[in-house]
């Protein structure tokens, strides 16, 4: 038995070996995804479309029949949140004007952002417990690309794309262990790291490393994209500071919470080009 | 005297069985989360077939599994699947041959060796990457238990091929 693993055992881990490497090789070389993997993605992408939609279906059958108590007062609370935007609103457009007023007056030039967006269906979520990767149903046919930017209705940042095939794509999530974003805290301008940490991902949770101190932020304070680098549009909301915490005592982490509700999204907006003028 | 017509027939119907129990598994378990993990089918599938075939052929389906999982699944990185799904199946494989019992016990003993190392594996690689010790762990302990929920149904499947299937 000892004979036999050692003679055909190691032959064996070497070939699997060999297509582990070969396989990671590809993939680090190849801009899109491998050519199996494509077709995989192909031959999958009617059934995954399918269960997506059965999935869909049953939940919007389930919410028909929740409490009509509960959709009542959510109804009313609702209602007192639409007062409060309009009020916003209505403040901000004349905000709007006094500042293109005041642009005029200085000869600044207008900041505007162009996205193109291309709509995309989640149809597979997470298939691993180690990483947090949807797959979507548009790929390279709708001129999505590695390294663009995956946003909710909302605008708020789900991740990026990370795997294109020919008509399904892989999103890595903002929570995912890989992932770093150059980041700024909405309040101060301050410019941050967040980062993806395999103790929070479970629950949903980023974080901001490397923080020299604490003082400088506030729960609730709003994360965006820096834009820094030219990789991601700036201003993309990411999430909101939950609290700032410490391992060591001497190194803090913030920890963000995505406003993006990763679990419950179903359809997504792919930034597939954007021109940002500041 | 096996032939190798019944050899194509056995590992055809462990494809297909296989096949059946992971597109099931995909589609009514995929978003199932007990304990804050999805139960984890790949690794249960090498160890069984570990536990009950002989050890070149259960390496060659782990080979072949875990390269369909990779081109499939997305895990920390490409080609894992395939390394540590072979990995997991000679371990079991050796586990189950010298130190389970040939039983019942013995085969989820050697399905759950698969899963470990194949968890091995994904911390080794995301220690690599940075990430702290012991929420892996934990990660770790979680998946093989919530993974071996799976066993009562993987088990009798592929324990039905083998019989039907071994002379």
Redesign the interface.
Known sequence: ?KD??EK??IR??A???A??????VL?YLSSTS?F??N??GIL?HP?QSA?AAV?SWSESRHKRYEDTGKLQKENDALKHQLADVQAKLRRAEADSEENERLRKLLSLKEQRRDFTFSAARIV????????S?FTLDAGLSEDIAVGDCVVTEDGYLVGMIT?VGKNWS?ITTVID??TEIGARIFRTSEVVMAEG???LM?KNQLKISYLADASGFVAGDYVVTSGLGGYYPSGLVIGTVDSVRTDSGEEFYAVVNPLADLDALGEVFVITDYAVVE | MITKRDLAVKWTAYAIASLLLIVLHTFFLHDVHIWGVVPFLPPLLAGCIAATEPCKSAAIYAIFLGFFCDITISAPFFGLCTIALTAGALISFLLAAQVFPDTLIGHFLASASTLLVFSFFCCVTLLIKGQSLWPLLYMCLRELLISLLLFPFVYPVLLFVHKRTTL
């Open positions: 038995m036999f693993l055909y055992g064996f881990l070939i699997a070996t297509i582990a490497v070969l396989l990671s993939s491998l199996l993997r077709f995989s999958t059934f269960a999935e597979s979520h997470n298939t691993t417990n180690w990483c990767v795997e892989s262990s890989g940490d395999f103790s479970g």
